[in-house]
Antibody, heavy 117, light 113 residues
Framework: EVQLVESGGGLVKPGGSLRLSCAAS????????MSWVRQAPGKGLEWVGR??????????DYGTPVKGRFIISRDDSRNMLYLQMNSLKTGDTAVYYC????????WGQGTLVTVSS | DIVMTQSPDSLAVSLGERATINCKSS????????????LAWYQQKPGQPPKLLIY???TRESGVPDRFRGSGSATDFTLTISNLQAEDVAVYYC?????????FGQGTKLEIK
């Protein structure tokens, strides 16, 4: 059974940083392209970015609102996906979901990030 | 970026009736080499992550009732829910996965009339 479990959310001040983690199991993580999707409270879904598998080059790309501030990385030895969020803004407040890439077959339960002073 | 626009924003349908949700992309999301439309539909209930219903515009995910039907091609797509059940109350999103940044429609809230 595929499982994606996010952690690391919390309250952070504007301008601060936070790192989210996602523990993956139930599939061959090293072969998977992975994404982060977020959802602001009461709002719709927004793609944050994705990282390719290392065998496909391992590059990451990002949505415009987070480009230059967020970094996606992976540790295939631990089946872990990460989202390093820097220079956080109040508009980054959202539930962050770890997902498989493209059409999303699998979603985690999400972790809430609140950016507020 | 490809803009996905859903209509309506909300609708109320009687139990047993049909609900129709439309999704329009600002660019073609039909890949000519494989004839696939890179369009997915999701259902999201309160407090839950979204659930994949339909992919390739018309392929039902395993376990999804056949009351849910996806159709359309290129830039215009439709999700049809027949014989509406109480458990279908949710917000529905379309998504293009043709090119990054992948983009979602704004969502359509479905309620029971």
């Amino acid at each position: 059974e595929v499982q994606l479990v996010e952690s690391g959310g919390g309250l952070v001040k504007p301008g601060g940083s936070l790192r989210l983690s996602c523990a993956a199991s139930g599939f061959t993580f090293s072969n998977a392209w992975m994404s982060w999707v977020r959802q602001a409270p009461g709002k719709g879904l927004e793609w944050v970015g994705r990282i390719k598998s290392k065998s496909d080059g391992g590059a990451a790309d990002y949505g415009t609102p987070v480009k230059g501030r967020f970094i996606i990385s992976r540790d295939d030895s631990r089946n872990m996906l990460y989202l390093q969020m820097n220079s956080l803004k109040t508009g980054d407040t959202a539930v962050y979901y770890c997902t498989t890439d493209g059409r999303v077959d699998f979603w985690g339960q999400g972790t809430l990030v609140t950016v507020s002073s | 970026d490809i803009v996905m626009t859903q209509s309506p924003d909300s609708l109320a349908v009687s139990l047993g009736e049909r609900a129709t949700i439309n999704c329009k992309s600002s660019q073609r999301i039909l890949y000519s080499s494989n004839k696939n439309n890179y369009l997915a539909w999701y259902q999201q209930k309160p407090g839950q992550p979204p659930k994949l219903l339909i992919y390739w515009a018309s392929t039902r995910e395993s376990g999804v009732p056949d009351r849910f039907r996806g159709s359309g091609s290129a830039t215009d797509f439709t999700l049809t829910i027949s014989n509406l059940q109480a458990e279908d109350v949710a917000v529905y999103y379309c998504q293009q996965y043709y090119s990054t940044p992948y983009t979602f429609g704004q969502g359509t809230k479905l309620e029971i009339k």
